[in-house]
């Protein structure tokens, strides 16, 4: 198969990908050009940063936030890298996601700043979830990553905060919230959450992107990332919805991204005007963070270890 692009300009290239839903397939040079035209798009329609600005991108070790982050900085961003060590040991996970982003950060030539969660609050986030009797790690990790993006943004001076979530991610969260009819995180579920409350503005510049495209980018632009996923990611609900999503996107090419779109355009306006009339933030009584309760899910958290 013959890149379109240059196909178009009477040249013969081979392509490297194949985008069934924009029936797009491209060589390597022409992806990475349609990739970061994508990325800046999203950026600039939804307004997430400008190029005055510091931007904190939260990264894991895997292929969507490393990508991001090479990809801001490529077109021309202040960006600086935040990673939380969560004290994995399976696999030897968190050493292994340190070392893969220090080494990255220094490709680049750009900070990294790292929080290691035992040395924030005494526990790994394994110990939290077991000490806290939650059996889905995965949502104490969540909340944790949360609250320490939120942290350590607020603390260094940054006005934004960006993360890796692509299409499939945004695409399985809205399935699962619909399924559920969870109105508070259909109201919230956006590219971009604004600055409020004591929170600073959230943005993920992936969100019409898929997992296919982001990881593409990673190989052709020779990122080392970490393959293996978490172990405790077996627990996580949305690799079922993902499958479903799948499915229906081998059998329909474009049905994520038209699900997403639609929903931010038609649905969510309605959702979000109810979340914002029923939402009052406050400090909590123990670390000042913003939240709804007078003691935040963290704060909470960490108390039941405490008394045990």
Partial sequence: ??????RSKGKRKKAV????????ALCKEHFIEWFERQVER?????????????????????????SL???????GYETYGLHISLGIEGWDYSKESLRVCREFSG??????????LKEEFGYTVEEIAKGSGRRDVCSVC????????????KEEGFKVVATGH????????????????????????????????GFVKKVKPFCFLTEKETVSYAIVNEIEYMEKGCPNAKEATSAHFKRALAYLEHKMPGTKLRFYKEFLKRARPVFEKEVKEGLELNECEVCGMPTTSPVCSVCRMLQRLKEC
Wanted: aromatic share 8%; glycine share 8%; net charge positive.
């Fill in 1 to 6: 198969m013959l890149c379109k692009v240059c």
């Fill in 17 to 24: 990908i194949y985008l069934r839903h924009h029936r797009l």
């Fill in 42 to 66: 999203t950026v600039k329609k939804f307004k997430m940063f400008t190029r005055k600005e510091k931007v904190l991108v939260a990264v894991s070790g895997g292929k969507d936030s490393l």
């Fill in 69 to 75: 982050w090479f990809a801001l900085n490529k077109l």
């Fill in 107 to 116: 490709r680049l030539g750009r900070p990294l700043i790292v929080v290691n």
């Fill in 142 to 153: 969540g909340t944790f990553k949360r609250y320490l993006m939120n942290k350590v943004a």
């Fill in 166 to 197: 692509n299409l499939d991610d945004e695409s399985a969260l809205l399935l699962s919230n619909t399924i559920r009819w969870e109105l508070g995180y259909l109201g919230r579920q956006s590219p971009v959450l604004p600055e409020e409350g």
